[in-house]
C-alpha cells in the first residue's frame, strides 16, 4: 500500500527533509508514495519516525530548497524522485539538464526566484499612521505572490526597512516587523492594506518626471510586470495618461537639451520595463553585444560572459585582456589562469559558474608590439552598464562576485576602496553581493611572500562564495 505523506501548506522544506530521510531510510520508493501538498499537517511526517540526515550533492540541496517554495502540488514528488534516485547510484543526474524531472526542478527554482525578486522590486508600502500618539509611524504593503516564497523574501525588507515598523499582507500568509524582531501570521485580503496615502505623490512623480516616452512598449511593459502587481503600484497609475501622451512628448523631447540616457543610468525594475524589444534572453543579449562595436577603436571583437544560463554565482571581472581579446572568451589570459587555479582550491568549478566583465571590449596602448591594457574610465564602464545588468537580470543568480574596483564601480557606480568593503556586500538590491580582489592584482603583487598570503586570502573568498551561491558540483552536504 503506498505510503501517504502530509506536508504543511506553504514551502514546508522540514518537512519535505524530514520525510525524505525517513522514506530513504525505510527503503520507501518514489512509486511508493503520494505526497499530499498543502495539508492542513494534520498528518505531521513524525509519522514517519526519525532518520540520520541524507549525504546529498551540493546542487540537489540547492533544488530542494529553491523547489520547496513553488505552488505546484507535484513538486515534493518531483523532488523526491531525484533525492531517490541520487541515493541510489546515480549521484550525477542532478547535473544532466536535459533529465525530465532536472528541468522541471530547474523551471520551478527559477520561477520562484523570478517571484522573489518581483516582491522585492514592485511591492509598496502604505502608511497606517501611528498606532497611537507619539507612536511610531507604522506601514503596510499587500503583494500577490506565486509561490509560497514569503520567508524567502522577508529578509530583503529587513534589511532595507529596519527602522520602520511594517507588514506585508499576502493571500498565502503575513509577515511582521516591529523594529526588531520578525513573525509571520494568517493571510489577509487586499482589504486589509489601505489603499493609498500621500507618499503616493511622490512616487507618481518619480514615475513620470523618469519616464521616457521615446522607449514605451506597452507589451512588453505588461510582459514584464503583470497586470495584476500594476494595481499595488501608485505609479502604475500614471501608465494609460503617459502612454497616450508619448509620441508627443517625443517631439518635445527631440527639442529639449540633452539629459542622461536610461541606457547610462537605468533605474532598476522601471528601465528593464521600458527598454522596448529589449533582449530576452542571454544568447539574444550576446548576440547584439557581439554586433556592437568598441568605444575606443582597437579590439579585436566584444567578449561576453561565458558559463551556464541559470549559473547561481556570476562573476563580474574588468574588461577582457589581449588573450581575451583574441580568443573572444573571458578570462583565459595569466588572471584566468590564475582564477582557474584560485576555483580549483577553493572547490568551484569553472563550468559551474558565470564569468563577465564590466566591459566588454579590450582597451589598450600598443607600446611596439605590446598591446598594455588600459584601465576603462567611469564614463566607459557606464556606458556598458546597462548590458552587465541585463545579463544578471536574465541568469538571475543567487550571488554576483564583484573582482575588483571596476567591477564595483559598474555594479554600484561607487568607486570603493576593495580592502575596506571585502567580503559580503549589497552590490544591486536584487541579488547577494560579494566584493574581493580581482586576480590580476594579485600577479602585481612584488612580493613574493605577499603575493601567496593575498592569493591565500583571495582562496578563502572563493569558499565562502562557494558557501553562500552553492557555485560547486563537488562536495556533499546534509540535505
Ligand atoms: N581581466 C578581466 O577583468 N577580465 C578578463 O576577462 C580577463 C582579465
Known amino acids: 500500500m503506498p505510503r501517504q505523506v502530509d506536508l504543511a501548506r506553504g514551502a514546508d522544506l522540514d518537512g519535505f527533509r524530514r520525510a525524505a530521510r525517513a522514506l530513504v531510510a525505510a527503503g520507501v520508493a518514489p512509486t511508493d508514495v503520494v505526497w499530499n501538498a498543502d495539508s492542513e499537517g494534520l498528518f505531521a511526517p513524525e509519522d514517519l519516525g526519525d532518520a540520520p540526515p541524507l549525504s546529498l550533492p551540493r546542487a540537489l540541496a540547492t533544488i530542494v530548497s529553491e523547489a520547496v517554495p513553488h505552488s505546484d502540488p507535484e513538486r515534493y514528488a518531483l523532488l523526491y524522485d531525484l533525492v531517490w534516485r541520487v541515493t541510489h547510484g546515480a549521484r550525477e543526474v542532478v547535473e544532466i539538464a536535459s533529465d525530465p524531472v532536472v528541468a522541471r526542478l530547474h523551471g520551478m527554482q527559477k520561477s520562484v526566484r523570478r517571484d522573489i525578486h518581483k516582491m522585492h522590486a514592485y511591492l509598496r508600502f502604505r502608511s497606517l499612521g501611528p498606532s497611537a500618539p507619539g507612536e511610531p ?16 523574501a522577508i529578509p530583503f525588507f529587513v534589511e532595507r526597512f529596519r527602522a520602520m515598523r511594517w507588514t506585508i499582507v499576502t493571500p498565502k500568509g503575513s509577515a511582521h516587523w516591529d523594529g526588531d524582531r520578525q513573525t509571520f501570521g494568517p493571510p489577509g485580503t487586499r482589504a486589509d492594506v489601505p489603499g493609498s496615502d500621500g507618499f503616493e505623490a511622490g512616487w507618481t512623480g518619480y514615475y513620470e518626471s523618469t519616464f521616457n516616452p521615446a522607449r514605451t512598449n ?8 503583470a497586470k495584476k502587481y500594476w494595481h499595488n503600484m501608485p505609479e502604475a497609475a500614471a501608465i494609460p495618461a503617459l502612454i497616450r501622451s508619448a ?5 518635445a523631447m527631440v527639442e529639449a537639451p540633452p539629459t542622461m540616457s536610461l541606457k547610462r543610468e537605468p533605474q532598476g525594475a522601471l528601465a528593464a520595463m521600458m527598454e522596448g524589444g529589449a533582449p530576452e534572453t542571454l544568447e539574444a543579449l550576446n548576440a547584439i553585444i557581439r554586433k556592437s562595436g568598441p568605444l575606443v577603436p582597437g579590439a579585436t571583437q566584444a567578449v561576453v560572459g561565458e558559463g551556464p544560463a541559470n549559473a547561481s554565482v556570476v562573476f563580474v571581472g574588468e574588461q577582457p585582456g589581449d588573450e581575451e581579446d583574441l580568443k573572444g572568451r573571458p578570462f583565459v589570459g595569466p588572471a584566468g589562469r590564475l582564477l582557474d587555479r584560485a576555483f580549483g582550491e577553493a572547490g568551484i568549478e569553472r563550468r559551474d559558474v558565470y564569468l563577465t566583465n564590466a566591459v566588454k571590449h579590450f582597451k589598450f596602448e600598443q607600446r611596439g608590439k605590446r598591446r598594455v591594457h588600459s584601465k576603462p574610465t567611469a564614463g566607459e564602464v557606464s556606458h556598458y552598464r546597462w548590458w552587465l545588468l541585463k545579463e544578471l537580470e536574465l541568469i538571475e543568480p543567487k550571488l554576483v562576485v564583484a573582482l575588483g574596483g571596476t567591477a564595483v564601480l559598474a555594479l554600484t557606480g561607487k568607486q570603493v576602496p576593495i580592502t575596506r ?29 605577499a603575493k601567496a598570503a593575498a592569493y591565500a586570502t583571495f582562496v578563502d573568498d572563493l569558499r565562502r562564495v562557494r558557501e553562500i551561491g552553492g557555485a560547486t558540483r563537488r562536495g556533499a552536504v546534509p540535505a
Not at 423 to 446: M, N, Q
Request: aromatic letters at 12%.
Open 137 to 152: 509611524e507604522r506601514f503596510a504593503a499587500w503583494f500577490e505572490p506565486d509561490h509560497w516564497i514569503l520567508e524567502a
Open 247 to 251: 509620441s508627443s512628448r517625443v517631439d
Open 218 to 225: 506597452p507589451k512588453l511593459m505588461r510582459q514584464h510586470m
Open 421 to 449: 568593503a571585502r567580503g559580503p556586500a549589497t552590490l544591486l538590491e536584487d541579488f547577494a553581493g560579494y566584493i574581493t580582489v580581482h586576480p590580476s592584482y594579485l600577479l602585481r603583487l612584488p612580493d613574493e611572500d
